[in-house]
């Protein structure tokens, strides 16, 4: 069963304009909540996650993602975009039925038109 | 800077051969974490461990794939015989599970190529 689902699997924006991903998850009780980003030949860098503390979470590089229970979401934003955003994207739960085990979406590859 | 290292970076081997990927998480943390990355599968979890004792490995072939933790240094990852089918980029991960969920950090990755 699909536990976080990315919506997206190629984003387009145009330099300066607003970026914005989205992540949903499935599961009754909230879990943990993470964006992780991956430049070309590198690993993944943690961007932001969510932990049950507030619901607006503020990571690197400008980003920013808002859970929303009612909507099982977590989607990532950024108010501007930057050449240096694009990169491949990764929505990630953890805390699932009690493991703590980290699974991933399928990644949402944004790029950035001059 | 602590970071997760990961040996080698690329290895192409031919079929039916053994390849071992290594990791070395970072000290201190308590959970490694196997992925394996493909264009058409994107990331799946192979394998974790909490304590260098292994949790999950449902998302690892049994028959051909392997994983350890000799010590809480290095984790190891084998597959033989490989195929080309497990040709991918390997990653390991490390974090410290707390409060019910874990913070992954994650290594370069091994390229893997299997001809």
């Known amino acids: 069963a699909q536990s976080v689902t990315q919506l997206g699997s190629h984003v387009s924006v145009s330099e300066g304009a607003l970026v914005l991903l989205r992540c949903n998850y499935s599961?009754?009780?909230?879990?943990?909540l993470f964006w992780y980003v991956q430049y070309p030949n590198q690993g993944l860098q943690l961007l932001l996650k969510?932990?049950?503390?507030?619901?607006l979470v503020k990571g690197i590089n400008g980003f920013e993602a808002e859970f929303k229970k009612s909507e099982t979401s977590f989607h990532l934003t950024k108010p501007s975009a930057h050449m240096s955003d694009a990169a491949e994207y990764f929505c990630?739960?953890?805390?699932?039925?009690?493991?703590?085990?980290?699974?991933f979406g399928q990644g949402t590859r944004l790029t950035i038109n001059p | 800077d602590a970071r997760v290292t990961q040996t080698p970076r690329h290895k192409v081997t031919e079929m039916g051969q053994e390849v071992t990927m290594r990791c070395q998480p970072i000290?201190?943390?308590?959970?490694v974490f196997w992925y394996r990355q493909t264009m058409m599968q994107g990331l799946e979890l192979l394998a974790y461990?909490?304590?260098?004792?292994?949790?999950?490995d449902s998302g690892m072939p049994k028959d051909r794939f392997s994983a350890e933790m000799p010590d809480a240094t290095l984790a190891t990852l084998k597959i033989q015989p490989s195929e080309p089918r497990d040709s991918a980029v390997y990653f390991c991960?490390?974090?410290?599970?707390?409060?019910?969920?874990?913070?992954?950090?994650f290594g370069q990755g091994t390229r893997l190529t299997v001809v």
């Open positions: 991960a490390s974090g410290l599970g707390t409060g019910g969920h874990t913070e992954a950090f």
């Open positions: 599961s009754s009780v909230p879990p943990y």
């Open positions: 969510y932990t049950s503390a507030a619901t």
């Open positions: 990630a739960v953890s805390g699932l039925q009690g493991a703590q085990k980290l699974v």
């Open positions: 000290l201190g943390h308590n959970t």
């Open positions: 461990f909490r304590n260098r004792a292994p949790l999950d």
